[in-house]
């Protein structure tokens, strides 16, 4: 059984900056991306940023680009957030995922096999 830990979150004013680390514990196993999302009250989950780690590629949705950055290491299946300049429509629970698809569609959640608790980030304005 694979684990994935978060944590880092908490309460920030807007245009502060937090990192979310998560990281995996329990059965080795490879994976191919590992990815944040984040959930706000009364909404659906949604893409955050990812890492493929086979290209060393990073991916951002349009709401984070500039603000938030992705990086991690493969071989201990880490992954961290740095998020700055952060807004109050940033708050959110966030969760990390780690994907063991080779072709993986990093942005859709449901291509993520293991999954994190979450943590709660909150931007007071």
């Known amino acids: 059984q694979v684990q994935l830990v978060e944590s880092g979150g908490g309460l920030v004013q807007a245009g502060g900056s937090l990192r979310l680390s998560c990281a995996a514990s329990g059965r080795t196993v490879s994976t191919y991306a590992m990815g944040w999302f984040r959930q706000a009250p009364g909404k659906e989950r949604e893409f955050v940023a990812a890492v493929i780690w086979s290209v060393g590629s990073e991916y951002y949705a349009d709401s984070v680009k500039g603000r938030f950055t992705i990086s991690g290491d493969n071989a201990k299946n880490t992954v961290y957030l740095q998020m700055n300049s952060l807004k109050p429509e940033d708050t959110a629970v966030y969760s990390c995922?780690?994907?063991?698809?080779?072709?993986?569609?990093?942005?859709?959640?449901?291509?993520?096999?293991?999954w994190g608790q979450g943590t709660q980030v909150t931007v007071s304005s």
């Open positions: 995922a780690a994907s063991r698809r080779p072709w993986v569609n990093i942005y859709s959640s449901n291509q993520y096999d293991y």
